[in-house]
DNA sequence: ATTTAATCGAGACGGTACGTCATGTCTTCGG
DNA sequence: CCGAAGACATGACGTACCGTCTCGATTAAAT
């Protein structure tokens, strides 16, 4: 995830690589400073030159390894949150399903993180470029989920017909549409409730 | 791409403007103008210029009767869509329901709406002043929702202890997440099981 | 010499003008600041921002009225230079020689026009357009300085034959190379021996 | 623009190179490669990048030998033109001046000189280095025309009054000022009037 | 019938951010 | 240790929109 196709690409055969690598301590500054200013920031513009120069970076160092703002944002958010999708397997589907959900909750409450998913669901509205990024970060999320009742299923805990997906848009949708419009609460009651909802 | 210099009937001849009255004429243009360049441009950036031009208007005529750019949009959006809030009282819950959903699903889905729906989306992502104006009008949606569900309620097809809230929410929460991100069809099909799984 | 061509263009009959007039003070307040920092900064940058942000106005402002940076900058430098080409007519061609190119000599030899029209130069020379506009201005130099040899050889204070565009570029050769190159001096004792060595 | 990718035959196989010693055919790529571009893009911008890849060598080995771009350019330049600095000595001041005098403006005139001797003006009007540089090269011009006028005065052909340095700037003066601003020609009738003006 | 005042189209204004470009330094690798 | 490749920090560039602010012209209501 931290680039985007970084692999591959052998081509000219006998010259793998030339001319000054790519400074990792570059990288981590800007995904640091990134990070920072999305968290500081809770839904202020956060733009180019401000993470350069937080990042004590030329802009043209951004603007050569990710191909827009979002990207760099979605990445740094990504960098760092890479391992908590918990995905858990209990063996009765609705505690995973209540850990999973509350989990997802609580994940994304927190301080550091509420603010920059905020920051980064903003930035992804008008770039289509980090649009494309976020449905490949949600995706995963959903194939996350989708395995926790598939496992339930199998297990003879949900009816041969129910529509999984449809199953996965409600957590996530409840969850997305209450974290952008802030009318309701997306705490631990909630959770249990909306997955208590889905198993009945 | 539509924008910089379309062929811009911009009518001229046919509307005077007033003075002392407000124009009609005008409003009407702009939000007409508005509508279309909302709906041509799916997620295009829509700016005040642009509509200004495209009405035959001037920007100062837009910031005298709307506070944003955003307001114009959501106005444009809504008179026209104004009168399908539908909530229908067929005595079943489950049918109430299903005709919601589904009347949501096809509404936002037919070819005026859905890319003008999504660009206004986008719009209030960095737009504070439209995002709120989007909280109003969605607001509105839930608590028609809420009513059918309250029926619903009152004839003892639910259960007292049902969080109604998160009911709603898991009927547009799953229609936004789908709407945004088209990932996944939002057709009868699903309308009917997302009723059902909610009336269980 | 202010803009480059107002006038005229009264074009759509009816309508000589709409909109908001051009903002007579923000024209004198990016000349000023142009004319300070070409004077200050000698040789320096002088950045369209700089000049910007000097006269309190926005970057636009600027492109709206003037093609590039450099027509600015001869703008700013020729307003206020406007009456300074002197061309007397004492009636003797030695006298009226001398005091022309005294004159050039000392009017850029002063300490607000030395480092301006240095700059001036070093601009024009990677600014197609401010070429131009350098030759137009000298073309208008050189014009003046003309009609001085011409009064002088009707009064046959010179040979027919003598080829007075030569003469006029060996003055204002003479002047520019030592003013950009600064290897000798552009005293008032050279301005005599130049002038005199051309009316021998 | 011949910039951004022209067909670029980098000579690859060719000139392998060397290492531990300076490699000769890099340097006589680069010199080849600066008169090329010189020559070619008449006050195009010709940047370090352009030179290096149209030389097929890296920056830095560039930057190794020469101290700035514009050093490379003038080195370029004077490389191919080192020997031409006539200084006859025929025994008459007229003619010699005549003959320096041509030649200048000839040299100068020729097709592949003319445009990399103005790119190289327009380029040292930036760079303070090159400015230096070309002073350098200048004052040797200035010292073998002076000459000439020094042996032509001891010969008793000009007054021991005469300012010799002021001729020789007449010469230059009228050469440069002609030549960067293209308002009138350097031909061979120009060259000769203004020899004798001189010797008159 | 005049005045008055708000409207309209047009467009200039001060800003902020954008993404690109060139410079000169630096780092890495193969020969 | 040379040389090609190319990443790096810097900083100016010219463009795009934003929301505000004049303009002169138009026109309905108040005098």
């Known amino acids: 995830m931290s680039e985007h196709d970084a692999p591959a690409k052998p081509a000219k055969s006998a010259r793998p690589h030339t001319g000054r690598r790519r400074n990792e301590a570059a990288r981590r500054a800007i995904l640091d400073a990134a990070l920072r200013l999305l968290a500081d920031a809770d839904g202020a513009p956060v733009t180019v030159e401000t993470i350069a120069r937080e990042a004590g970076v030329g802009k043209q ?20 949150a890479e391992q908590d999708v918990p995905a858990p397997d209990t063996g009765s589907l609705r505690d995973d399903l209540r850990a999973v959900v509350a989990a997802t909750f609580e994940g994304a409450s927190a301080p550091p993180t509420a603010p920059a998913l905020r920051t980064l669901a903003r930035e992804a509205a008008r770039d289509p470029h980090l649009a494309d990024l976020m449905r490949e970060f949600t995706g995963a999320r959903r194939a996350a989920l989708r395995e926790v009742l598939e496992r339930g299923r199998e297990r003879g805990e949900l009816p041969k ?3 999984l997906d449809l199953m996965v848009d409600q957590v996530y949708g409840v969850f997305w549409y209450r974290f952008l419009l802030g009318h309701a609460p997306l705490d631990e009651r909630t959770a249990t409730d909306l997955a208590d909802s889905l198993v009945r």
């Open 61 to 80: 160092t951004l603007y050569r390894w990710w191909p827009s703002k979002g990207a760099v944002l979605l990445d740094a958010l990504t960098d760092r």
């Open 161 to 163: 017909g129910r529509d």
